[in-house]
C-alpha cells in the first residue's frame, strides 16, 4: 500500500482517471490518503479523513511512508481558518491555502506556516457561526472551498472546522445522526436532508433558528425552511422537498 498527502491548495478529484472526468470532489491542502492503484499518470485515493474515493493527477500529491499517514489519521485535525492563507516553503515560495486545509502534515510537506488555525472541537452553537464563512459562495459540484463548493461539501467542512466528521455526500450524511419527527424538534446545526422524485437525498443544508436554513443552491444562501422542504421567497417557490432531519449532535 502507498499512501500522499496534497502539497497544493485546490487538487480536483475526478471520477475516472482524466482531466475530462467529472469533479467529484476536491483535496485541499494537507488532505492525506491512500493510494489504492498507480498508473503512470494518475492514482486511485482513499481519504483518510472519510473514505471517500476518486482519481488525482500524480503531479499533485506527495508521496509519505505509512507511518506518517497512520499519525495525520491519529492526531486531532488542525485547520487553517482564514479565507486564504500561505504557507512557505524552503525556497521562501509561497502557497495559497484555502480555509479548512490541513496543517498536521508541514513537517512532512517542510512548509511553514504563521497563520490562524484551530484545533479543537466547538459547541454546537458554534455551527452557524461557521457557515456564514461561506455565504455567498458560488455552487460547485465537487467544491469544498468558498471559491466554490456543493451542498454536501459545505455541510462537511462546516462540521469539520468545529471539529467533528461528516460523510462527503449528502446520501452518505444521511446515515449519520438520530432521525427527529418535527422541525420544532431540531436546533441550530442540525442537518435537514432533501430527496428528488425517485426518492433519493440529493440535497442537505444547516438549520438555522426561527425557521431558516443556509445550504449551498446556486451559491450558499439563506431560505426558509417548512414541512415541505426548502421556501425560495425571491422566486416565490419550493425548491427542495424535505425527507428528514437529523440531529448529528
Request: some cysteine.
Amino acid at each position: 500500500m502507498q499512501y500522499g498527502i496534497c502539497n497544493l491548495s485546490i487538487v480536483p478529484l475526478r471520477l475516472e482517471p482524466s482531466d475530462t472526468s467529472e469533479l467529484v470532489s476536491q483535496v485541499l491542502y494537507g488532505d492525506y490518503f491512500k493510494v489504492l492503484e498507480k498508473r503512470k499518470s494518475w492514482s486511485k485515493i482513499r481519504f483518510g479523513f472519510d473514505k471517500y474515493e476518486g482519481w488525482i493527477d500524480n503531479k499533485q500529491y506527495l508521496e509519505i511512508v505509512k507511518e506518517d499517514y497512520d499519525r495525520l489519521k491519529n492526531e486531532t485535525p488542525k485547520l487553517s481558518t482564514d479565507l486564504v492563507e500561505f504557507v512557505q516553503d524552503q525556497d521562501k515560495q509561497l502557497y495559497p491555502i484555502p480555509l479548512g486545509s490541513a496543517l498536521n502534515g508541514l513537517d512532512i510537506v517542510k512548509h511553514t506556516f504563521d497563520g490562524n488555525f484551530i484545533q479543537e472541537q466547538y459547541t454546537k452553537d458554534h455551527l452557524v457561526k461557521t457557515a456564514f464563512l461561506y455565504l455567498n459562495a458560488p455552487y460547485l459540484w465537487g467544491g469544498k472551498t468558498p471559491f466554490g463548493i456543493d451542498c454536501s461539501g459545505f455541510t462537511q467542512m462546516v462540521y469539520k472546522l468545529n471539529g467533528y466528521k461528516l460523510l462527503r455526500d449528502a446520501s452518505q450524511q444521511a446515515t449519520q445522526g438520530e432521525a427527529l419527527s418535527f422541525i420544532e424538534e431540531s436546533d441550530p446545526g442540525d442537518l435537514a436532508f432533501f430527496d428528488n422524485n425517485e426518492g433519493q437525498i440529493v440535497h442537505v443544508g444547516i438549520i438555522m433558528k426561527d425557521n431558516f436554513i443556509i445550504h449551498a443552491h446556486g451559491k450558499v444562501r439563506i431560505d426558509r425552511l417548512d414541512h415541505s422542504g426548502i421556501y425560495n421567497v425571491e422566486r416565490g417557490m419550493h425548491t427542495h422537498k424535505l425527507r428528514v432531519i437529523k440531529k448529528i449532535l
